[in-house]
């Protein structure tokens, strides 16, 4: 197993210009979120997905779009890039079933907004 | 909402020195609690869980953490660190009711140094 898989590793953006950021898991897991991690906040919580068709937004769901098309991909949309998104993206995945299920986190990707 | 509050941003020590890492959240009801791990250049791994039962729990790598109910808090501790557990470390915690599902919040991460 690959676990979870992220790309690009790094990307630098434009202000203004759109990109995809790629997430995929080959663990059959339900749940998907994204994080950003930006220094002396943590990570915090973009958006999940509970299954396919089915996402919700996280603590800082604006400037980003999701959809999650299969239970495998779960891409993050950056529509209209700014400086303010410049950060790290984690990508998780984890089971659904009662109670909690660990978060398996992939390796992450660097991005910077000039 | 809950939230969750790392005390020490920054901890430098020497090898063989003891570490605690201070954890509080804020919440009203019932919470999983999590340390994540963070080496440098790679992603997050689980050092350990809390769920319920004995409020002592032991994780990978020799490191524990004790629940205290009556303070919100979560300390992790290890008695003899390595210069291999240099890192950032991350408290985690989420609601245990269903609909919470498994979204975390995370504290604001604690840099740990260990010179050799």
């Known amino acids: 197993n690959a676990g979870v898989t992220q790309t690009p590793k790094f990307q630098v953006l434009k202000t203004g210009q759109s990109m995809t950021l790629q997430c995929a898991q080959d663990?059959?897991?339900?749940?998907m979120s994204w994080y950003r991690q930006d220094p002396g906040m943590g990570l915090r919580l973009i958006h999940y997905?509970?299954?396919?068709?089915?996402?919700d937004q996280g603590e800082v769901p604006n400037g980003y779009n999701v959809s999650r098309s299969t239970t495998e991909d779960f891409p993050l949309r950056l529509l209209s890039a700014a400086p303010s998104q410049t950060s790290v993206y984690f990508c998780?995945?984890?089971?659904?079933?009662?109670?909690?299920?660990?978060?398996?986190f992939g390796p992450g990707t660097r991005l910077t907004v000039l | 909402a809950q939230s969750v509050s790392q005390h020490n941003h920054h901890v430098i020590l020497s090898e063989a020195a003891s570490l605690e890492l201070g954890c509080n959240y804020s919440?009203?009801?019932?919470?999983?609690l999590f340390w994540y791990v963070q080496y440098p250049g790679q992603h997050l791994q689980l050092l350990l869980k809390?769920?319920?039962?004995?409020?002592l729990v032991k994780g990978i790598k020799g490191f524990e953490a004790e629940f205290i109910k009556s303070k919100f808090s979560f300390n992790l501790r290890k008695p003899s660190v390595q210069w291999s557990d240099t890192a950032e470390y991350f408290c985690?915690?989420?609601?245990?009711?269903?609909?919470?599902?498994?979204?975390?919040?995370f504290g604001g991460g604690t840099r740990v140094l260990v010179k050799p």
């Open positions: 998780a995945s984890s089971t659904r079933t009662s109670g909690y299920n660990e978060q398996f």
């Open positions: 663990m059959n897991h339900e749940y």
């Open positions: 997905s509970v299954g396919a068709g089915i996402t």
């Open positions: 919440y009203g009801g019932t919470v999983n």
């Open positions: 809390y769920f319920s039962g004995d409020p």
């Open positions: 985690a915690v989420t609601p245990t009711y269903k609909a919470a599902g498994n979204k975390l919040t």
